[in-house]
């Protein structure tokens, strides 16, 4: 069983959907993130949240909307994506975001048509 | 810039048998941590085992253990007593902790255990 708790686990949607994955951790974690990782790739880095404020945006394209309503949840807003945009979306907390290991759930599997 | 390089794409060990994965990195920063981690297909990340730089002894969890050689910039993994649920893909990942939040992977070394 994971901590960090990740839904939906399967999303398929159009072009011109808006969707959003939402992830949970009761850890007492402070520091949040959203990884995109490609089939046979390692993850890719896409948002930080540290303290509930958002510390690193990796040059993501505005369709990705990161929000962390609070210090347990943490939620990514999905609008007009692209074919490219499938994926494994794995969200991660850790203590704190500096050398503290960070926890993963299990992804969110996510096709676009 | 941090880097982070599994030489191996593939590996496969007989089972009960024992398995060294390799890991290089590169970073100009003096104080950071080293991860292996573990993604079955089951697809989560799971946490195999953690090393500071500033400690000298190897880290040890059960029947994984590393090899930290600080100056060579070398941080292998070695499963003992290889078992069929550690088939996964294996990441090697580095973390400054001078305010960089960022976790740099290796690219990843799957893993096959051989009945």
């Known amino acids: 069983d994971t901590e960090v708790t990740q839904t939906p686990k399967h999303l398929v949607m159009g072009m011109t959907n808006k969707k959003s994955l939402k992830c949970e951790q009761h850890m007492g974690h402070r520091a949040m993130y959203w990884y995109k990782q490609k089939a046979k790739k390692p993850p890719e880095l896409m948002f930080v949240?540290?303290?509930?404020?958002?510390?690193i945006n990796e040059s993501v394209p505005s369709r990705f909307s990161p929000e962390c309503p609070n210090s347990s949840l943490l939620n990514l807003h999905l609008h007009a994506l692209q074919p490219e945009d499938s994926a494994l979306y794995l969200c991660?907390?850790?203590?704190?975001?500096?050398?503290?290991?960070?926890?993963f759930g299990d992804g969110t599997r996510l096709s676009i048509l | 810039a941090q880097t982070v390089t599994q030489s191996q794409p593939e590996m496969s060990v007989q089972e009960a048998e024992t398995v060294t994965l390799s890991c290089t990195y590169d970073?100009?920063?003096?104080?950071?941590?080293l991860f292996w981690y573990k993604q079955p297909p089951s697809r989560q990340m799971i946490l195999v085992i953690r090393?500071?730089?500033?400690?000298?002894q190897n880290a040890t969890e059960n029947r994984f253990s590393v090899n930290f050689q600080k100056a060579a910039k070398s941080f292998s993994l070695k499963i003992s007593d290889s078992q069929l649920g550690d088939a996964a893909m294996y990441f090697c990942?580095?973390?400054?902790?001078?305010?960089?939040?960022?976790?740099?992977f290796g690219t990843g070394t799957r893993l096959t255990i051989i009945p």
């Open positions: 970073t100009s920063e003096s104080d950071y941590y």
């Open positions: 949240y540290s303290y509930e404020k958002l510390s």
């Open positions: 090393q500071e730089a500033y400690k000298q």
């Open positions: 991660a907390s850790s203590l704190d975001s500096v050398s503290q290991p960070q926890h």
């Open positions: 990942a580095l973390l400054s902790n001078f305010g960089n939040e960022k976790l740099t």
